[in-house]
């Protein structure tokens, strides 16, 4: 990132998202926290945000941002960090390997063919370093329609339906980890650069056991745990504040450990 950066030029050495969310900024900072030894509770569910592990991971993601990353970072999430990457105004993007399409796709890249793929890097342990997620078809219980909505999406994910997507979109834009014979197709491993990459780390992903440590808590890039939506969505604003210069990381981490040690416990995170 460093040699890669030319700001003059308009070129990030790399774009990461900076923007708060708990599925924003600490998606790919969580798979860093991961890969560093870092994690977010102990196994008795003591907060471990001030450990030196994540407070490494969280200063190396701030530094890459302020030095090398996209002009107004706090503020770039995915969309933005991939209409740069794709418009070749950034030299790396480092994010989930769904977006990979859309880069190697003429109409809206720039860079279609000109990207190379790597496995995610990794520091003191691979676990966690691949995230893994899931957008999901369901039907509610109160649906009239049960028996139509399961035939659409039974359609919806077979492997016709991938293959009318193929031919019609391009097949880069494939929906990825849909079905593991699309990785299979000719078409499709020909568009798509990334997909041995994609499908190895699907296949790799440590949910389980997504740091060097034994947790209690499932999930790579998120904790499994009903408070997270809310106590992530607030560790991710002192992280995004921190992208920004309105507070040190060190700072960060300790607001952010204390509002898990007031809201997380051992009591309130039974069965999960």
Known sequence: AQVLNDPAHGVAGIALRGQAGWGMNMAPL???INTYGGQWFDTNWQPQLTAPAVEQAVSDYVMLLQKYGEPDASNSGWQECLSLMGQGKAAMYYD??????QLETP????????VGYAY???KVTPNGSRWLWAWSLGIVNSSHNKDAAFQFMTWATSPQYLTLAGQTFGWANV???TRSS???NPDYQKAAPFAKIALDSINTATPDQPTLNPVPYHGVQYVGIPQFESVGQQVSENISAAVAGKMTVSQALQQSNQLLASQVNKDNTSGY
Do not use: C, F, H, R
């Open 175 to 177: 929906p990825p980890g």
């Open 96 to 101: 989930a390997t769904s977006l990979a399409g």
């Open 120 to 122: 995610a890097p990794t």
């Open 107 to 114: 109409s809206v890249s720039k860079i279609a063919g000109n």
């Open 30 to 32: 969580d798979t860093m």
């Open 182 to 184: 699309i990785y299979q």
